[in-house]
């Protein structure tokens, strides 16, 4: 299996910009597709909201409506890495973003459902003030 570790969460206005990362280790990363999410924290919440997805060769990206324009992902295979850029900041942006991972999907293949990855990082918190 693959283990996930997201990194670069924090606190930033309105406006800003975050880089967040996500190492994978204990499997050949380039046979992952990869995706983030992220979760508004209290309210018994479970949902994992979708954000943005690479394929395993970067070939295709997918982005929520929400982000698109906003956010770019991106995935470093020699590094093992996939990242988060995010521009222009909103306070609705606030949550904790976890990426995820699975080998099932194609080589050109992304995915924005949650269930449709097998393994999870423990996230990292976003916070923007307004």
């Known amino acids: 299996q693959v283990q996930l570790e997201e990194s670069g969460g924090g606190l930033v206005q309105a406006g800003g910009s975050l880089r967040l990362s996500c190492a994978a280790s204990?499997?050949?990363?380039?046979?992952?597709?990869m995706g983030w999410f992220r979760q508004v924290p209290g309210k018994g919440n479970k949902v994992h909201e979708f954000?943005?997805?690479?394929?395993?060769?970067?070939?295709?990206?997918s982005y929520a409506s929400s982000v698109k324009g906003r956010f770019t992902v991106s995935r470093d295979n020699a590094k093992n890495t996939v990242y988060l850029q995010m521009n222009s900041l909103k306070p609705e942006d606030t949550a904790d973003y976890y990426c995820?991972?699975?080998?099932?999907?194609?080589?050109?293949?992304?995915?924005?459902?949650?269930?449709?990855?097998?393994?999870w990082g423990q996230g990292t918190q976003v916070t923007v003030s307004s």
């Open positions: 995820a991972a699975d080998q099932r999907l194609g080589i050109d293949t992304v995915s924005s459902a949650d269930n449709d990855y097998e393994y």
């Open positions: 954000v943005a997805a690479v394929s395993k060769d970067s070939t295709r990206t």
């Open positions: 204990g499997r050949t990363f380039s046979n992952y597709a």
